[in-house]
């Protein structure tokens, strides 16, 4: 997202056999050697996102950018690999488990985090992000899938949820589960540890998470469990985040790519889309294929609270 800080590099440097020095050459040392950590550590990354598309769908207030992975992100067709640490390491040592929380499903217990612990059979849509041209668009999306009985899930950035906290409330009077799409949209793989667990308990209270770009190791899924929080990804990408153009895809070949996609990625599926894109103006006939082909929707029983089920009530 827009403003996003860039990310501190930590310095790396090498162990020596200690011999003896004359004091004067200990301190010229020392003082290029912090000069030298100075250099390292407070370059900045350039920022992680695109520009938006002046007066397209989605279009930013000034400055505003899409999310877009950085180079080598994971593919978001299938979400979740992860990098670990920074380094490519997990921190916790190994044969060390971390405590278990409350309705937060072991890591290690087989949890489907691209099913999300949906075993109705149900087919749950997912919106991501943020209306960001017109955030009361959240909540007339929400207001249409309930008159359809139908219960979607939110993952709301918090950097601009956090400025409109009726509409989170709204959704989730309407039916819907609202979860964290983090803080400000950052790869949470490329965050140090202090950055991370700041990315992730800034973001909307709750305990359903989605990463962005669904990318999230070990180490991002350790840290959410500690703070209550589950990772949801999906089953079905719509490409919908994709532009052409500069035109993101059009709602016909956003629903198409649904109505195409396997029966194995439609049964207990979860459906990807965006609040900026056209994905919401293809939601009814996604809905009406999917019943059509027998896969039901995930059914809107009335209101919720922030605490998402698991499995989910579907």
């Known amino acids: 997202m827009s403003e996003s800080p860039g990310v501190l590099r930590r310095g790396r440097g090498r162990h020596r056999r200690r011999k003896r020095v004359p004091l004067p050459a200990v301190v010229a040392a020392a003082v290029l050697v912090a000069g030298s950590t100075y250099a390292a550590t407070s370059t900045d990354d350039p920022p992680e996102c695109d520009a938006r598309p002046p007066g397209g769908a989605g279009a930013a207030a000034a400055g505003g950018c899409a999310p877009r992975p950085a180079a080598g992100a ?30 937060v499903p072991d890591p290690d217990s087989g949890y489907d985090r691209e099913r999300c612990g949906n075993t109705s059979g149900r087919v749950l849509l997912s919106l991501d992000d943020w209306p960001y041209d017109d955030p009361e668009r ?10 359809q009985g139908v219960r979607a899930a939110f993952f709301l950035i918090n950097k601009y949820a956090s400025q409109y906290p009726r509409i989170t409330t709204t959704l989730r009077r309407q039916g819907h589960w609202v979860g964290s799409h983090t803080w400000s949209h950052r790869q949470l793989t490329r965050l140090t540890d202090d950055e991370l667990r700041d990315e992730l308990r800034n973001g909307l209270p709750g305990n359903f998470l989605r990463p962005p770009y669904g990318d999230a190791g070990p180490r991002e899924t350790e840290v959410a469990a500690s703070l209550g929080q589950r990772v949801c990804n999906w ?18 070949a956003i629903r ?26 293809a939601l009814t006939g996604i809905i009406g294929d999917l019943r059509e082909q027998g896969y039901p929707m995930c059914r809107n029983t009335g209101p919720v609270t922030e605490q998402v089920p698991y499995p989910l009530e579907c």
């Open 256 to 281: 198409a790519t649904v109505r195409e996609a396997t029966p194995e990625e439609k049964t207990n599926g979860v459906i990807l889309g965006h609040l900026f894109s056209h994905f919401p103006e």
């Open 138 to 147: 959240a909540v007339r999306i929400g207001a249409q899938l309930q008159s």
């Open 74 to 103: 994971p593919a978001r067709r299938r979400p979740g690999g992860g990098h670990g640490a920074p380094d490519g390491t997990a921190r916790r040592p190994a044969g060390v488990r971390p405590a278990p929380v409350a309705g």
């Open 235 to 252: 089953t079905i990408d719509t490409y919908d985040w994709q532009q052409v153009g500069g035109a993101f895809r059009d709602a016909d």
